[in-house]
């Protein structure tokens, strides 16, 4: 079992997470920007530049639509920083390893409950 995150792992952490939460709001506010209204085509010239824009736009949207995702992820867990919860596995409670939480620190469980999700997912890593 690992021991409990001291204070100066749960600043690093949290400097991590405010870190990524500043680039995903970035990414988001570019890929906001990008969605322009979806072109219509007039001509046949116009078709394969609309379809591009078109295809661009679908492509930004989606990643916005991650984006948003982890944005939630990352605030969640600064949530739990603030309730003295975080870096405890959602699953079976236990304390999730400093080095597991520097590389994902917006994971909510430890490897091997992580790992059992996985296999009845069907999913290999």
């Known amino acids: ?27 988001m506010d570019q890929n906001l920007a990008n969605l322009a209204p979806a072109e219509l085509s007039g001509s046949v010239s116009q078709d394969e530049s609309a379809r591009l824009k078109n295809q661009t736009r679908e492509v930004d949207s989606v990643l916005t639509t991650l984006d948003a995702q982890e944005l939630a992820r990352i605030d969640r867990a600064l949530e739990a920083m603030e309730a003295g919860d975080y870096g405890l ?15 994902e620190p917006m994971t909510q469980h430890c490897v091997a409950c992580k790992s059992a ?3 009845k997912q069907g999913i290999r890593g």
């Not at 409670?93 to 080095?99: A, T, V």
């Open 1 to 27: 079992m690992s021991e409990a995150l001291t204070p100066a792992q749960l600043k690093e952490l949290k400097d991590l997470l405010l870190s990524r939460r500043k680039e995903l709001q970035a990414e």
């Open 89 to 103: 596995c959602d699953e079976c409670g236990c304390n999730i390893p400093f080095e597991r939480l520097k590389i």
């Open 117 to 119: 999700w996985e296999q």
